[in-house]
């Protein structure tokens, strides 16, 4: 596609509940980020797939979180029993790599809202 | 040390004046910089990029880069009030993950 393309845009859910959030990256972008931002907030970084594997899952705050990455585009982020704390904007980036200027050039998607109540 | 610090705003500015933001890094091994824009309520978008030591310079926008001490700067010129944003510096840590700034909030008044 055009852009980074996330979904729901905004989600709102019962404590305890899971939750499915989903980004489809740029076609051709082999990385795959996503970030959480509370309000006024910095970005956290949660986990970065290269391809279908994620090298790095260090940012992920607890296991009640997972993501995966199928046919090396489509990522979803599941939340498992949801807590308050985990209301964020959540954002989803990609990025083509290698050694060209221009790589690692991440562009983001419009975030999924997500509020626990 | 976290490791991407950047300057505490909020930073103000009059229009017309240069704007400084200034961030660090922990990781001696990084060699890509960058600088995003981030908007009320919108997602970051890239502003500039930086591989090399020295300036790199896009109309308005000059980045810096000085690897030795760890150090890159973005610098607006002739800043206006559209320049009024968050602004987070990025760099890639080990392993190709980008890590972020807290970000510095700039205000740019009429």
């Known amino acids: 596609g055009a852009g980074v393309s996330q979904s729901p845009s905004n989600k709102v859910t019962e404590k305890g509940k899971d939750v499915e959030l989903r980004c489809d990256p740029i076609s051709g972008h082999t990385a795959l980020y996503w970030y959480r931002q509370s309000l006024g907030q910095g970005l956290e970084f949660l986990i970065y797939?290269?391809?279908?594997?994620?090298?790095?899952k260090s940012g992920l705050p607890s296991d009640r979180f997972s993501a995966e990455r199928t046919g090396g585009s489509v990522s979803t982020l599941t939340i498992q029993r949801t807590q308050q704390e985990d209301s964020a904007v959540y954002l989803c980036?990609?990025?083509?790599?290698?050694?060209?200027?221009?790589?690692?050039?991440?562009?983001f998607g419009a975030g999924s809202r997500l509020t626990v109540l | 040390q976290k490791e991407v610090e950047q300057n505490s705003g909020p930073l103000s500015v009059p229009e017309g004046a240069i704007a400084s933001l200034n961030c660090t890094y922990s990781?001696?091994?990084?060699?890509?910089f960058f600088w995003y824009r981030q908007y009320s309520g919108k997602s970051p978008e890239l502003i500039m990029s930086i591989y090399s030591n020295g300036d790199k310079e896009d109309g308005r926008f000059t980045a810096q880069l000085n690897k030795a001490s760890q150090y890159v700067s973005l610098l607006i010129r002739d800043s206006q009030p559209s320049d009024s944003a968050t602004y987070l510096c990025?760099?890639?840590?080990?392993?190709?993950?980008?890590?972020f700034g807290e970000g510095t909030q700039l205000t740019v008044n009429p």
């Open positions: 990781d001696r091994g990084s060699q890509s």
């Open positions: 990025a760099v890639e840590t080990s392993g190709s993950r980008l890590t």
């Open positions: 797939f290269q391809g279908n594997s994620a090298p790095d």
């Open positions: 980036a990609s990025s083509f790599s290698g050694g060209a200027e221009g790589a690692n050039v991440l562009t």
